[in-house]
């Protein structure tokens, strides 16, 4: 059974950094697109950040305007595994962060990624 499951968030103060993780099982996602997402309370699932395979066993990364400069997107495990290091976050981040992993296409479009975690919710609050 493949499942995506993700870690990591939780309670920070504006400016504050987190980590989030997701590791996958069930199948090699190795050459797959992985990527964040996120849904904020009243507001629609946005793309945050992703990956896709590129030759030489290395990833091309993506942000979105908003995060970039402040969130670092990265694969491990032989690209089994993509984490999201977030920086200087702000109130605007809190959301639930999902991660998706899909066989490739737009990286920003939800709709590629065939497989989904339940979530993680960060909070950012002073």
């Known amino acids: 059974q493949v499942e995506l499951v993700e870690s990591g968030g939780g309670l920070v103060q504006p400016g504050d950094s987190l980590r989030l993780s997701c590791v996958s099982s069930?199948?090699?996602?190795?050459?797959?697109?992985m990527a964040w997402f996120r849904q904020a309370p009243g507001k629609e699932r946005e793309f945050v950040a992703g990956?896709?395979?590129?030759?030489?066993?290395?990833?091309?990364?993506f942000y979105s305007n908003s995060v970039k400069g402040r969130f670092t997107v990265f694969r491990q495990n032989a690209g089994n595994t993509i984490h999201l290091q977030m920086g200087s976050l702000q109130l605007a981040d809190t959301a639930v962060y999902y991660c998706?992993?899909?066989?490739?296409?737009?990286?920003?479009?939800?709709?590629?990624?065939?497989?989904w975690g339940q979530g993680t919710l960060v909070t950012v609050s002073s």
């Open positions: 990956t896709s395979w590129k030759k030489g066993r290395t990833y091309n990364t």
């Open positions: 069930g199948r090699t996602f190795s050459t797959y697109d």
């Open positions: 998706a992993a899909g066989p490739g296409g737009s990286h920003a479009d939800d709709r590629q990624y065939e497989n």
